[in-house]
Every structure is written in structure tokens, then in C-alpha cells.
């Protein structure tokens, strides 16, 4: 296990002071990578902070599993995989990257005859999935599908009926393309929410519902099994992880939504990130300087969140897809070799979207006991058609909030108008929101959270943890499972049953 004591050691200078001693701050601090400026310049990193990170990283050999996972060894090893996503977007293993290309080929045929609607006319997409079979679709759609209206698309994740309600209220069965995203083909609430679409579909005199379906997944025998023709199965990787896999088939709802050029656009932008990660030095190395801001105040400051703040609203679903990512990869409480990691692992991701959130959260942030670790993401180009003032009010709300938490204000006559200052955040602005730079954006993510977990000594890629509440779920849907008083109660009160048994 790598040695943390010389990061622990050095010194804690306010950020202000920082500044102050080095001039050159902002230029060590700053980074642009793929149409995203990085300024890191109001956090705690300094280049001595940075440098020990680098040794910690070579004790912990980074260099090596990153190249393990480019390559395509198993470095998912409870599960005894590869790591594939980057062969998604054509960077890996070079028999990944051409199967997961036949794929792609495979996907764009699909969504051809779909669009020359060889299964009859098509306005409505409705993608069924949960998790990551729903979360990155879900962003990509939101983010970059405003300005093309071909396809009206719908991603419902929930088991709660409301979900599917609201949809088929609006939605025309008869001119609806069913979407069914699962990696496993098996998850209950993905499973029974198409099966409640077909039933839909039927009862409204569809004739051929199963004709109308596209199962995207890496168990394709699973999906012709339920129904699906063989033809509309588009598979993807074992490999790749399903908080990964927006680049995969499972992306096919951002594909015909925002057509085909743009998903490549994508990928690209993915892939550009790739090799910023692969072949940059770490201290010029965005992801593993995001990992290092991130590890700096869990590990030393013992910051227990985080908090990205998406100023512009494309980007709202930014901070729940981010929790995924971040909480189901680096939640762990086990090393590889699976001992317990002894020192904190990710932090609990929260955020939401500016400016709402300075008028309900930022109170906490500016004032409050917990350090939190703030992330600013805005856009220097609009979306928006309204008069300018709008977007620059953003922006510089944007910039303005993060000053004010560096500087904060004293005031010794009245404690509770005082500012402490000295709160960390980093900006990340991004030139324009187009598929090319969100792509770069979310794998700069990926692989900040694969830096993490490398310098903690843990698998980012399983998530054990989701099984055990899955497996009494089915049990208690089963009429059995050992339950406590408290959960039999809850069951009893909810469905009735036999006094003296609940
Ligand atoms: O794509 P699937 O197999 O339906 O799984 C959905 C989600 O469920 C999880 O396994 C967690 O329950 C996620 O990792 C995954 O993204």
C-alpha cells in the first residue's frame, strides 16, 4: 500500500496565501484538455502536494494499471473482466475496440432501418433501463437533444407505475419503438416496466408488440429468449461496466435522438480524453489532478462529500449521473486483495444546479461546519435565445460564488454575518455543449474515479454492494425472506396479512 504520510505532512496554507506565494498559481494550477478549461487554482494543490501525489502514484503503481486496463487485462478482478468502455470509443485493446466497433456498425444499421421505418412509423422512443442503463442515456438526451425534435424520447427507470403513466399518457403506442436496456437482461424493475409496455401496447391493439422492441444488452440470449427478434438485439462488452456503458449500445436512444455523426462526435471527444489520460505526465494530467483535489480532502481533510455544481441547466442531471459513477465505483470498504481499506473511500456526491442552489444549499457551504468541496461546471457559450445578460448573470454568479468561498469576509462585530473563506472549489469551463465536449467530460470522470481507486488500492469496477437489498426484495416479492419485526411490521401494514405471523 502507498505511504501517505509526506502528503499528510505538508503544510496547510490558506488558499489566499497560496496565491499569494506563487505568482505563477493559476498557470501551474489550470489546465485545458478537449475544449474544457480546468482551474484548480482555488483548491489546496500546490506543486509540492502534486508531486508527492505523483510518488504515491508510482508507489501504487498507476502508470502500470492503467496501461493494465488500456490493454484489456482483467483488472476487474472479483469479477475476473476486463475494463472495455475506452474500446467503445475505439481506445483499448484492439480486439475490444474491433468488436465493440462491429457493434456500433450494428447499432447504426438498426437505427437505418428504423428511421426508413422497416418496422412501421416510429415517433416516440421509449427506453426502459435503470441505473447505468438509464442514467448516461438519460444526460446525453437531455444535455444535447433540444434542438433535434425527430424523435420524441422517454427513459423510465422507476418501478413506481407513475413513471409509466406519465409516458403513456403522451406517447402513442402505435407509433412507439420500445427500448429495452439492460446489461444483465435480469433487473426486476427494467423487466417489469417492459413488460407493462408490451402489455400497453397489446391493449391498445398493437399488432405485433415484440416487433416494435429493441433490447440493448451484453446478454443477448437472455433478450431473444423474452421476445426480441435476433435482428433488433444490439450487444455490447461483458466488459464494459454499467455505469460505463452510455458509450455502448446502451447510448441508443442519444443515437437516434441526435443521429448518428453526433454519436461519433461523442465517442471522439471520449477518446481524445483517453489519450490526454493515457499519455500525459500526472502533473499535467487532468483526470489524476481531479483524483489528487479529491484524495487531498478525503484523505487529509477528511471531507465527507462533494459537491458539483452544473451551472446551466443542459447539465442537470450531471450531478445524479456523477453519483453512480462515484458512489457505486469508489463506495467500497475492501482493498483488491480484500482487506479492509482502513481510511475513507469516495465521498458521498451531491450537487445540483446554479443558480437554484445558491438560494437553497449554498447557505451550508459558505457558513456551515462540513467541508465540502465544491465543483463549478459552466459553458462560455449560451444555450438559450433569451438577451445575453441572462447567460453572463450565470457565469459570473458562477465565478463570483467560488471567490466567496475562498475569501469569505470577517466580521468581529457580528459571528453570524462572518464568512470563514478558505473553502475549496474547482471550475470547470467548458468552450461550448456540444457531443464532442461532453464526451470529453464525462470520460474526464471516468478516469479521475479509476485514479481514485487506484491510489486507495480498490476495484472500481464491481458493486457488491447493490446485490444484498436486490436478492431480500425478490424474496419479500416472493411472499418469504427473514426479516426483523420492524420490516415484517412494515410488510403487514402495507399488505395486510395474518396478525400473529407479522
Ligand atoms: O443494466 P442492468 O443489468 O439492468 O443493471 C442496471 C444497474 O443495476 C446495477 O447493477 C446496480 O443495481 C448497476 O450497476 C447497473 O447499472
Known sequence: MADWSTIEALPQERLEALFAADPARLKRLTLDVAGIHFDWAKTHLTPEMIAAFEQLAKESDLAGKREAMFSGAHVNVTEDRPVEHTAERGEGNPDSVARAGAYHARMRALIDAIEAEAFGPVNHILHVGIGGSALGPHLLVDALGRDFDRYDVAIVSNVDGMALDDVFERFDPATTLLVVASKTFTTTETMMNAESVIAWMEGAGVEDPYGRVVAVTAAPDKAIEWGVDETRVVPFG????????????????????????????????????????????????????????????????????????????????????????????????????????????????WGGVGTDAQHAVFQLLHQGTHLVPVEFLAVIEAGDTLPEDHHKNLLLNAFAQGAALMKGRANPDDPARAYPGDRPSSTLLLDRLDARTLGALIAFYEHR??????????????????????????????????????????????????????
Not at 461483458?238 to 458509450?247: D, K, P
Not at 437516434?256 to 455523426?261: M, S, Y
Not at 437489498?469 to 427473514?482: I, L, N, S, T
Open 238 to 349: 461483458e466488459g464494459v461496466g454499467g455505469r460505463y456503458s452510455l458509450w455502448s449500445s446502451i447510448g441508443f436512444p442519444a443515437a437516434i435522438k441526435l443521429g448518428w455523426d453526433q454519436f461519433e462526435e461523442l465517442l471522439e471527444g471520449a477518446a481524445e480524453m483517453d489519450r490526454h489520460f493515457r499519455l500525459s505526465a500526472l502533473h499535467e494530467n487532468a483526470p489524476a489532478l481531479g483524483a489528487f483535489a479529491d484524495l487531498y480532502y478525503t484523505q487529509v481533510r477528511h471531507a465527507e462529500t462533494r459537491a458539483p455544481f452544473a451551472y446551466d441547466e443542459r447539465l442537470r442531471l450531471l450531478p445524479s449521473y456523477l453519483q453512480q459513477l462515484e458512489m457505486e465505483s469508489n463506495g467500497k470498504g475492501v482493498t483488491i486483495d480484500g482487506k479492509p481499506v482502513g481510511r475513507p473511500t469516495a465521498p458521498i456526491t
Open 449 to 502: 474515479v479509476f485514479v481514485n481507486g487506484v491510489l486507495l488500492g480498490i476495484n472500481s469496477f464491481d458493486q457488491f454492494g447493490v446485490e444484498l437489498g436486490k436478492e431480500m426484495a425478490k424474496a419479500a416479492a416472493k411472499g418469504g425472506g427473514d426479516f426483523d419485526p420492524s420490516t415484517d411490521d412494515l410488510i403487514k401494514r402495507a399488505f395486510g396479512g395474518d396478525d400473529d405471523e407479522a
